[in-house]
């Protein structure tokens, strides 16, 4: 099965229940090439949500999610262009669910697609 929006490709899109708070790490491949996602989920009193996106180094990007507690879930509105693997452009989408109050997990679904082709990439 290949599904394409527009002219990008989904490489990649898993859902998966975590234990409960912290970082989670997913790996994305493609043609020889590993990306690494540390999604760290983050609570504080301020009740915010937020989100930062920090560069760990040249094959590791760490999203801290503050405050992601949305029973009916909560993600990113549009794409983020997350860097580019096999010298293809790479946007990932998020979407977050927390069960309930009393659950520590969250329910991710984490999706992955390549676009155009860019040199040295």
Same mark, same amino acid.
């Given at each position: 099965?290949?599904?394409?929006?527009?002219?990008?490709?989904?490489?990649?899109? *898993? @859902?998966? %229940?975590?234990? /409960?708070?912290?970082?989670?790490?997913?790996?994305?491949?493609?043609?020889?090439?590993? +990306? #690494?996602?540390?999604?760290?989920?983050?609570?504080?009193?301020?009740?915010?949500?937020?989100?930062?996106?920090?560069?760990?180094?040249?094959?590791?990007?760490?999203?801290?999610?503050?405050?992601? *507690? @949305?029973? %009916?879930?909560? /993600?990113?509105?549009?794409?983020?262009?997350?860097?580019?693997?096999?010298?293809?452009? +790479? #946007?990932?989408?998020?979407?977050?669910?927390?069960?309930?109050?009393?659950?520590?997990?969250?329910?991710?679904?984490?999706?992955?697609?390549?676009?155009?082709?860019?040199?040295?990439?």
């Amino acid at each position: 099965m290949k599904i394409c929006y527009g002219d990008k490709e989904l490489l990649s899109s *898993e @859902n998966f %229940l975590t234990f /409960g708070g912290g970082e989670t790490k997913i790996e994305i491949q493609h043609r020889g090439e590993a +990306l #690494f996602f540390v999604l760290d989920m983050l609570v504080d009193e301020s009740k915010k949500q937020r989100h930062e996106l920090v560069v760990v180094d040249k094959q590791t990007l760490k999203l801290r999610l503050w405050n992601w *507690e @949305n029973p %009916l879930g909560t /993600g990113f509105i549009k794409p983020i262009e997350a860097g580019t693997i096999s010298n293809r452009k +790479l #946007f990932i989408l998020l979407w977050i669910k927390k069960p309930g109050k009393q659950s520590e997990s969250h329910e991710i679904t984490f999706s992955a697609y390549i676009g155009e082709e860019v040199s040295n990439g």
